[in-house]
């Protein structure tokens, strides 16, 4: 098994990675109409990447990504991101793509230590080093204060949404 950090973007395709999916989300436009599948895998020392599963072939994969699930991983692309691609999951360089002849397979065996989730944390007082870019999000750790009620509106899609208003103090 190859680990996610020695990944490389090149004409290579036969990596074979054994993961454990952290998140899955849909991406959705605003008609309604589903474009993609991304993901974020995480392998067993710890180092994590985004994934991407194109329209065509979310019929195929999706159900593979059950969060919280180990799969091993076969035959895909690891491809640089795009200058124009912003907000990022993360602070990374490349992500996986998935193609046709990628094959998916869940382990069954119980994996000890195998981390669920990794987490890049900014301190609060460094949020302004990253507060200028566009390319990637960050993990921010702190204690939440001063939580108000949650608040409702319809957004401009007739959806329901949700907020909350709290302040994030340090964990000196």
Known sequence: MDSLSILQ??????????????????????TGDLYGVSFIVVDDNASRMHGWIRSALINLFEHEFVEGR??????????????????????????????????IFPVHQILQNFPMHVFWCIPLNLIPDHAEQESYLIDVVGIVQSVQNFNSYTDRNGNEQ???????????
């Open 162 to 172: 949700s907020f909350v208003k709290f302040v994030l103090a340090n964990n000196e």
């Open 70 to 103: 180990v799969i091993d991983i076969q035959n895909f692309i690891v491809r640089p991101y795009r200058n124009e691609e912003t907000n990022t999951c993360f602070k990374a360089d490349k992500q996986m793509l998935l193609t046709p002849v990628t094959t």
């Open 9 to 30: 973007s090149c004409s290579r395709m036969d990596w074979k990675v054994r993961v454990r999916v952290s998140r899955t989300w849909r991406h959705v436009s605003a």
